[in-house]
Nanobody, 116 residues
Framework: QVQLVESGGGLVQPGGSLRLSCAAS????????MGWYRQAPGKQRELVAT???????NYADSVKGRFTISRDNAKRTVYLQMSSLKPEDTSVYYC??????????WGQGTQVTVSS
């Protein structure tokens, strides 16, 4: 079993930055693909970024150049650094883990609101 706990969401003005963190339990963290997904009201959940155990990353076109995903296997934590935030980035952001994309495990989500 893996438990994922996100933190770092909040309210930020357009153009601002936030860093999301996702702390994972379980001994298999280092071999999992970790990802961030988001879901806005009335929309389907969508992939934001993923990072493999080898550190290979993948981003949605809408966030390329603005968001950076990283992981610290020793701390069992994955991060999402978000910059140049736009109102359309407003969503609930979910951490994901597993051997596939998306993986089997989900966090509870953290709200990110971009508004002036």
């Amino acid at each position: 079993q893996v438990q994922l706990v996100e933190s770092g969401g909040g309210l930020v003005q357009p153009g601002g930055s936030l860093r999301l963190s996702c702390a994972a339990s379980g001994s298999a963290f280092s071999i999992y693909v970790m990802g961030w997904y988001r879901q806005a009201p009335g929309k389907q959940r969508e992939l934001v970024a993923t990072i493999t155990s080898a550190g290979n990353t993948n981003y949605a076109d809408s966030v390329k150049g603005r968001f950076t995903i990283s992981r610290d296997n020793a701390k069992r934590t994955v991060y999402l650094q978000m910059s140049s935030l736009k109102p359309e980035d407003t969503s609930v952001y979910y951490c994901n883990a597993g051997k596939a994309t998306p993986g089997h495990y989900w966090g509870q989500g953290t709200q990110v609101t971009v508004s002036s």
